[in-house]
């Protein structure tokens, strides 16, 4: 079960976000927000994050302006990856390298057409494991050189 979220500002590219999963047969779990008046992207950021940290959700695509904003309030919480991506190249090395479990980006920032490689991308490449298991782990275990 994937975990969307986005405030105003991202609110149109998560809801197409929801028809391109609904085209893939992928279930999600809509973290809001649910109209395009403003709102504060932490309040859903934090939710979607949330559900990935405990398990209810294995992965989450969290939109705002930029992306950068959810990814900072997504990356406060434990065992989350959340990559801000640009590119389709970017959101294939964040599961590749990373094995990022949130894919964020921004609808003022990419086109549609970028958004939806990223998703894709994202959805389907596996995580490389060898020496980047290591340096994931180290993300989690505070370990300073
Ligand atoms: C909202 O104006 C904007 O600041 C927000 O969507 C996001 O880009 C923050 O990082």
């Known amino acids: 079960m994937l975990a969307i979220a986005s405030d ?8 197409k976000t929801k028809a391109f999963l609904d085209t893939l047969g992928i279930e999600y779990r ?12 932490p309040d859903f950021g934090h939710a979607a994050a949330q559900a990935v940290s405990d398990g209810t959700c294995s992965e989450a695509i969290l939109v705002c302006g930029t ?27 964040a599961r590749k ?8 980006f921004g609808e003022r920032l990419v086109s549609w057409e ?17 020496r980047h298991t290591v340096r994931v782990n180290k993300i989690h275990s505070l370990t300073r050189c």
Do not use: W
Not at 30 to 41: I, M, Q, R
Not at 97 to 104: E, Q, S, T
């Open 30 to 41: 809509d973290f809001g927000t649910k109209t395009p008046e403003a709102v504060d992207y």
């Open 67 to 93: 992306g950068i904003g959810m990814s900072i309030v997504a990356n406060k919480h434990n065992g989350v990856r959340a990559a801000e991506c640009t590119s389709e190249a970017g959101a294939e090395l």
């Open 114 to 130: 970028t958004a939806e490689a990223m998703i894709q991308k994202f959805l389907t490449t596996p995580f490389e494991e060898g």
């Open 8 to 15: 105003h500002a991202g609110f149109a590219y998560k809801e």
């Open 97 to 104: 390298h990373n094995n990022a479990n949130i894919l964020c």
